[in-house]
């Protein structure tokens, strides 16, 4: 979840504070980051814990130093390594009474034990979400002689064998083991303290619809309230909203709860947003609201958007308004850092991808930084997010342990992001045998699971099994989804048809799409089969949304991966660097063309212009609000422009240069379309 926190501690650890905590965002401004120098060591043998690797004062001659957040699968001395590691280092603490101490992990890869002074305080199973433990008991309570704390972190990065998630398959199939992207391991996330009172805000959920009649907005707050004291709780709440900074005065019913001893209760709280306070979150206005949760003397801090998602018949619609967008699938991948998302790859990815055309994303098969939400919050895009059941067989579907452990992570990664306005849906899986009874159940069952924690958000998995097989709506676990998802590559015009007469009344979101670029056409045969792609969806008007695989190269162990690690399937390169694909995308993808309809030469080197901007009503379409055209000289406002509208526009024009360049911005001020008008004849040049 997003939020941050106010302490009343002042933070005294600043050797903790390193350069690379500059790299990572914390959520919370007042954590206490261990980021920084760690000593680090391999164990292939296994041996570590045995030989008590982690207690205070253990030699560490033989161990390296490491900067956390690190990945040792890129690490030089450690690359591709597969199995436990340890991190070790110390921090000094002053212990504060009626306080707790908790130890956040955002994300640690795969398996993970903590060991403070000694003491083995937990272990965390799942690679990408992230949890936390609370280690007041752990930490010394006295420092006369001068000692600090010890802490020890094993992790296992092993997740080539069945039982994990993801994993391994049970099929006994060649070149079928982990899934298609690298396990690399390590502590790849922001770890830090905070410090906490005995009764403290574990999370906060909010709720905010909007009446789009009325104009007004419900918003609902569900705090989940720990009371760590010695004695039973009546805890008073208090809310503070804002948007962009201001007040926003509110009348709020809550029913009083009592907590009991160690004690975990959730409080709610309701209150209506009249029609002056509302701004709806969308993609071109992604308008946020700050809140703050104060319980006793705790304070939580957490934004939201108000925004309707629905379906309605073959449409999903936001804010009352058909949406069709284009998305990409993005592998946390990139050189020299495997797994790790600093601040600046976060920006440079996310940007690349909002103006390539890429709004509505099933991002990737696991949960990435939360980074990655923030930025689509505050930059408009959309997300399906998807936890890890990456082809599991249906031996696994059926097996308890696997299930919960999948529950689990599916838990930690709605708890965290629920109060993100981007995620508009939660997928179940990918590339399962859904028509299998195995499939079928575990479809039915964890959508009804993950309806229980957020019955806000929409549902669905990526099903590759709807391109031939089922003859019968109720042969393929679609039936359970709000929407299809659906991987299909190749012959798109009559798959998607007969996904359509399957399940006539469901919206179809192309889930992965896309080829290769080292096949027999190279480079030049993506953007071919981007082209075919587009003329074919654009016949279908039940076609949503389509999110190519992928955004960017990445390693692989795959079968089918080149020699040299890789699989380009990009609109990118390993290294960020953009194929050809990428303008085809944005040119292709934008929900406006523009196109010269006159072009008239003046005297004194001052001509007419006249361009008509038409919004697309196939594919990409949706609304456009103060949208604009830009020049090297001006910008000029485009009308606002409901699918299949257009508006004609007049451009002064001085000099004798042949040709002029126009973008097209969005209101957030992304250039989304970028073209060159011929200005010696009545022909328009292709988009660049």
Not at 70 to 97: E, I, K, L, N
Not at 349 to 377: C, F, N, Q, V
């Amino acid at each position: 979840m997003t939020y941050t926190r106010n302490s009343l501690l002042v933070l005294l650890i600043l050797g903790l504070l390193t350069t690379s905590f500059a790299q990572y965002t914390i959520r919370d401004p007042k954590a206490i980051p261990l980021h920084g120098q760690w000593s680090f060591a391999m164990d292939p043998q296994e041996v570590g814990e045995k030989a008590s690797w982690y207690r205070e004062g253990a030699p560490l001659g033989r161990w390296d130093n490491v900067t956390v957040p690190h990945c040792f699968s890129v690490d030089p001395r450690y690359q591709f390594y597969t199995g436990t590691v340890w991190y070790r280092r110390t921090f000094p603490w002053q212990p504060s009474a009626g306080k707790r101490v908790l130890l956040h992990l955002d994300a640690s890869y795969y398996k993970t034990t903590v060991w403070i002074n000694n003491q083995k305080v937990g272990t965390h199973e799942g690679g990408y979400t992230p949890f936390q433990f609370d280690i007041t008991s752990y930490l010394k309570t006295k420092q006369a002689d001068g000692s600090d704390n010890t802490i020890a972190i094993s992790v296992n990065n092993n997740t080539w064998g069945v039982g994990t998630v993801p994993g391994g398959k049970d099929n006994n199939e060649p070149n079928d083991p982990f899934p298609g992207w690298l396990n690399y391991g390590g502590l790849i996330r922001p770890i830090y303290l905070t410090v906490e009172p005995d009764v403290f805000v574990e999370n906060v959920k909010t709720e905010a619809m909007p009446d789009l009649v009325k104009g007004t907005a419900t918003l609902k707050i569900k705090t989940r309230i720990r009371n760590a004291s010695g004695q039973a709780v009546t805890p008073k709440l208090a809310f503070r909203v804002e948007q962009n900074g201001k007040p926003i005065t509110l009348i709020w019913k809550q029913q009083p709860g009592n907590i009991g001893t160690n004690q975990t209760a959730v409080l709610e709280a309701e209150s209506v947003l009249k029609t002056t306070d509302v701004k709806l979150w969308s993609i071109d206005q992604p308008t946020l609201y700050d809140l703050q949760v104060v319980v006793a003397t705790d304070t939580v801090r957490t934004h939201f958007g108000i925004r309707k998602v629905e379906v309605r018949d073959t449409q999903i619609l936001l804010n009352g308004q058909p949406i069709k967008v284009a998305g990409g699938n993005r592998v946390v991948d990139h050189p020299g850092l495997g797994s790790l998302e600093p601040d600046w790859l976060v920006e440079k990815d996310m940007r690349l991808m909002k103006e390539a055309g890429m709004e509505l994303h099933r991002l990737t098969h696991y949960t990435p930084s939360e980074a990655i939400y923030d930025w689509a919050d505050r930059n408009g895009m959309l997300i399906i997010s998807e936890a890890g059941n990456w082809q599991l067989t249906p031996r696994q579907m059926d097996n308890d342990t696997i299930r919960t452990k999948f529950r689990h992570q599916f838990r930690e990664m709605a708890e965290r992001d629920w109060n993100h306005p981007c995620v508009i849906a939660y997928s179940v899986g990918n590339e399962y045998l859904s028509e299998q009874p195995a499939g079928q159940r575990w479809t039915k069952d964890m959508i009804a699971y993950a309806r229980e924690l957020d019955p806000t958000r929409l549902y669905t998995f990526a099903s590759m099994r709807l391109n031939s097989l089922p003859k019968k709506p109720e042969d393929e676990a679609s039936q359970y989804c709000d929407f299809i998802s659906t991987n299909t590559y190749g012959n798109h015009l009559n798959i998607l048809k007969h996904i359509h007469s399957l399940y006539p009344d469901k919206p179809i979101f192309i889930s992965e799409y896309g080829t290769r670029a080292d096949g027999k056409d190279g480079e030049a045969g993506q953007v071919t089969h981007l082209e075919k792609f587009l003329s074919d969806i654009r016949q279908l008007p039940y076609v949503v949304g389509a999110s190519w695989w992928s955004f960017n190269d990445y390693l692989s162990r795959h079968n089918g991966t080149n020699a040299d690690g890789t699989r380009p399937w990009g609109l990118v390169r390993w290294d960020r660097s953009k194929r050809p694909l990428y303008q085809t995308h944005q040119a292709g993808m934008a929900p406006v063309t523009v196109e010269k309809i006159s072009w008239e030469t003046g005297s004194e080197g001052v001509h007419a212009l006249k361009l008509r901007v038409t919004a697309r009503k196939d594919f990409p379409a949706y609304a456009l609000k103060n949208y604009s055209l830009k020049t090297n000289t001006r910008t000029i406002p485009i009308p606002d422009l409901q699918p299949g509208q257009q508006a004609d526009l007049s451009i002064p024009v001085r000099g004798f240069d042949k040709t002029l360049s126009v973008e097209v911005m969005k209101p957030t001020g992304f250039s989304i379309l970028i073209q060159t008008i011929d200005l010696t004849n009545d022909t328009r040049t292709s988009s660049r």
